[in-house]
T-cell receptor, first 112, second 115 residues
Framework: DQQVKQNSPSLSVQEGRISILNCDYTNSMFDYFLWYKKYPAEGPTFLISISSIKDKNEDGRFTVFLNKSAKHLSLHIVPSQPGDSAVYFC???????????FGGGTRVLVKP | EPEVTQTPSHQVTQMGQEVILRCVPISNHLYFYWYRQILGQKVEFLVSFYNNEISEKSEIFDDQFSVERPDGSNFTLKIRSTKLEDSAMYFC?????????????FGNGTRLTVT
């Protein structure tokens, strides 16, 4: 099941710079997209989301962009901080749906 | 901030044994979920539960699996006869409703090791 894909398994970025995480999906029925952050030995923590009727949602240092025609979304973290080092999962859900479909995750390392 | 709690954090069991993984969802949440993550693989949906019944389940959730909400606070996942391939992190999640702006909140997981 490759409905949600994160093609970059890892990303390394310098503290203070921008982190850009990408996610592609294939199912046009997905209506709502979420990003989760996961530290080792913890569960995924909700970060930010976007509805398919929008193309951008911003929350502090985190911005999610959605290109519906390309079935692509991205998460921008500006400025990146060492505490942002974690695995980031993209997830999608269908309209009135009940379950999240996750991507494979991108491990981000922010170097001081 | 309210959180989903899971016990135990680590469970080791022998193949063929039954295990019960326990979860306490956030108190005002109505939808409950189990997901799992096999080491190095994706987080996979197992089952969702609403109004005391399963609302959706994946192909993984076969007859060896069952879920129960035995009282007003606990939500359990039972694996009747564990197999080696059941070794994974099991995450419980809850959600207040199915509105678009209602994300799933996850617990810290139970690491199940089947030997």
């Amino acid at each position: 099941d490759q409905q949600v894909k994160q093609n970059s398994p890892s990303l390394s970025v310098q503290e203070g710079r921008i982190s850009i995480l990408n996610c592609d999906y294939t199912n046009s029925m997905f209506d709502y997209f979420l990003w989760y952050k996961k530290y080792p030995a913890e569960g995924p923590t909700f970060l930010i989301s976007i509805s398919s009727i929008k193309d951008k949602n911003e929350d502090g240092r985190f911005t999610v962009f959605l290109n519906k025609s390309a079935k692509h979304l991205s998460l921008h973290i500006v400025p990146s901080q060492p505490g942002d080092s974690a695995v980031y999962f993209c997830a999608a859900i269908k309209a009135a749906g009940n379950k999240l479909t996750f991507g494979g995750g991108t491990r981000v390392l922010v170097k001081p | 901030e309210p959180e989903v709690t899971q016990t135990p954090s680590h469970q080791v069991t022998q193949m063929g044994q039954e295990v019960i993984l326990r979860c306490v969802p956030i108190s005002n949440h109505l939808y409950f979920y189990w997901y799992r993550q096999i080491l190095g693989q994706k987080v996979e949906f197992l089952v969702s539960f609403y109004n005391n019944e399963i609302s959706e389940k994946s192909e993984i959730f076969d007859d060896q699996f069952s879920v129960e909400r035995p009282d007003g606070s606990n939500f359990t996942l039972k694996i009747r006869s564990t197999k080696l391939e059941d070794s994974a992190m099991y995450f419980c999640a809850s959600r207040v409703d199915t509105a678009d702006n209602s994300p799933l909140h996850f617990g810290n997981g139970t690491r199940l090791t089947v030997t």
